[in-house]
Each structure stands twice: as structure tokens, then as C-alpha cells.
């Protein structure tokens, strides 16, 4: 069974940076999708971005020149880069996995998921 373990989350200034971690159990990373979720109070938890197995290049990304995520195969961990934070950014960040190539970015395309880390932004 994978397991996953989401950290980094912080209350960070409008305009600052932040780095969410995503810790997974023992297992060949490149070879599955890996994708960021995140979820408001009241709303339904969406795709952030997305990266398909063995991929060099994000497979989906909805905010493009702001997040970036990146796979560390040989520590086993997942990161996404947020710079810059913007004020519609707060919200639990979920990091999630399939044993498939490219699932797509939807939450029904993903089995793994971790608990969530809190991201708050002041301004």
C-alpha cells in the first residue's frame, strides 16, 4: 500500500514563497503520476498540478509561472514550489498518487492521498 505524508505549510505573506513536501512510502515514484490538489472550506478539491510517470515536463499545470512541482525519485518525495503566493491561494494542499502512467488531473483519477497541509496567506 503507498502511503503519503504532505508538509510545509505555512502562513506566508502575499508576494512571498513557499515549498509543500510530499514524503511517499517505498516505491518506484517515476513510474506514476504525481499531483497536487488543493481544497478551500466549502469547495470541492481541485487539481493545482499534475506531472505524468517519467515525465520531464509538467502533464497539467493551472497556474503556470507560479507553481512548479518536482520529483526527487531517489529520496522519495514530491515538492511544489508556490512563488509567487497570491491572496486566492489559501487552502489544504494534497499531494496524490496512482499506479498508472497519467491518470489526468481530476481527484477520481487518483488512489493515494495524503492527509493535507494547511497554506494561509495574509496580506
Known amino acids: 500500500q503507498v502511503q503519503l505524508v504532505e508538509s510545509g505549510g505555512a502562513s506566508v505573506q502575499a508576494g512571498g514563497s513557499l515549498r509543500l513536501s510530499c514524503a511517499f512510502s517505498v516505491f518506484r515514484l517515476d513510474a506514476h503520476a504525481l499531483g497536487w490538489f488543493r481544497q478551500a472550506p466549502g469547495q470541492r478539491r481541485e487539481g493545482v498540478f499534475c506531472?505524468?510517470?517519467?515525465?520531464?515536463?509538467p502533464g497539467i499545470v493551472s497556474e503556470k509561472g507560479r507553481f512548479t512541482v518536482i520529483r526527487d525519485q531517489a529520496k522519495s518525495f514530491g515538492y511544489l514550489e508556490m512563488n509567487p503566493l497570491v491572496p486566492e491561494d489559501p487552502a489544504t494542499y494534497s499531494c496524490?498518487?496512482?499506479?498508472?502512467?497519467?491518470?489526468?488531473?481530476?481527484?477520481?483519477?487518483?488512489?493515494?492521498w495524503g492527509e493535507g497541509t494547511l497554506v494561509h496567506v495574509s496580506s
Open positions: 496524490g498518487t496512482q499506479l498508472t502512467p497519467w491518470p489526468g488531473c481530476t481527484t477520481r483519477g487518483y488512489d493515494y
Open positions: 506531472v505524468s510517470a517519467e515525465g520531464k515536463e
